[in-house]
């Protein structure tokens, strides 16, 4: 399994930028997907998740009310939606994948089984 995720760039506070990750190698229907990003000289952060059927999902509280997470399982595709941006938004993003239909795969990074490089997001005030 390989995730590729694009859509990062620089933006300016108070803009958006929608991210998407595409998995490829694996029946995307049996992952769930999550989001995660690391800022400069920060720890890891779970972002937001989805289950496999896209009903079920789970938010950082500093994604709540800015951040979607959606998928596209036609297109073997996750997205990430993120509104009104700020600067300490600014960190690379990184999507990751968790075997296991029918569960919404949390936000404990280390549960889950693939994860790709990630893109970029860079917030300028």
């Not at 949390?106 to 693939?114: A, I, K, L, V």
Request: contains cysteine; aromatic residues 12%.
């Amino acid at each position: 399994v390989q995730l590729q995720a694009s859509g990062g760039g620089l933006v300016q506070a108070g803009g958006s930028l929608r991210l998407s990750c595409v998995l490829s190698g694996g029946p995307f229907t049996t992952y769930g997907m999550g989001w995660f990003r690391q800022a400069p000289e920060k720890e890891r952060e779970f972002v937001a998740a989805i289950d496999w059927s896209g009903g079920d999902t789970s938010y950082a509280d500093f994604a709540k009310g800015r951040f979607t997470i959606s998928r596209d399982n036609a297109k073997e595709t996750v997205h990430l939606q993120m509104n009104r941006l700020k600067p300490e938004d600014t960190a690379v993003y990184l999507c990751a994948a968790r075997y296991g239909p029918g569960t919404e795969p949390g936000s404990t990074f280390r549960n889950y089984d693939y994860s790709g490089q990630g893109t970029l997001v860079t917030v300028s005030s």
